[in-house]
Nanobody, 124 residues
Framework: QVQLVESGGGLVQPGGSLRLSCTASTSMFTILVASWYRQAPGKQRREWVALVNPGGSTDYADSVKGRFTISRDNTKNAVYLQMNSLTPEDTAVYYC?????????????????WGQGTQVTVSL
């Protein structure tokens, strides 16, 4: 069964940087459109952060524009989120969400998947 696997979270001081990664657990599925979301402590809803299309075009939430960069490496079937100039307000669990396409000679389908989340804490 395919999974989205996230990594790269951790503890960083204000002004620091982190790079999150998101990969599919099997090469049988291809990442199509992918987004990063985050859920801050005490918040019930996940906040959309950034999106990258299969062709590489991107979009960002206003709160991270100019500080975060989403990218993809189709050869590695991976999506990344480079986070710079981090502030305590960026503290959250970050989730990868992607459309995963399975395709063979007789069947093609796309499924929506979420990763398990990775904790990002920005603090002194």
């Amino acid at each position: 069964q395919v999974q989205l696997v996230e990594s790269g979270g951790g503890l960083v001081q204000p002004g620091g940087s982190l790079r999150l990664s998101c990969t599919a657990s099997t090469s049988m599925f291809t990442i199509l459109v992918a987004s990063w979301y985050r859920q801050a402590p005490g918040k019930q809803r996940r906040e959309w952060v950034a999106l990258v299309n299969p062709g590489g075009s991107t979009d960002y939430a206003d709160s991270v524009k100019g500080r975060f960069t989403i990218s993809r490496d189709n050869t590695k079937n991976a999506v990344y989120l480079q986070m710079n100039s981090l502030t305590p307000e960026d503290t959250a669990v970050y989730y990868c969400n992607a459309g995963l396409q399975f395709s063979n000679t007789s069947y093609e389908a796309t499924y929506d998947y979420w990763g398990q989340g990775t904790q990002v804490t920005v603090s002194l």
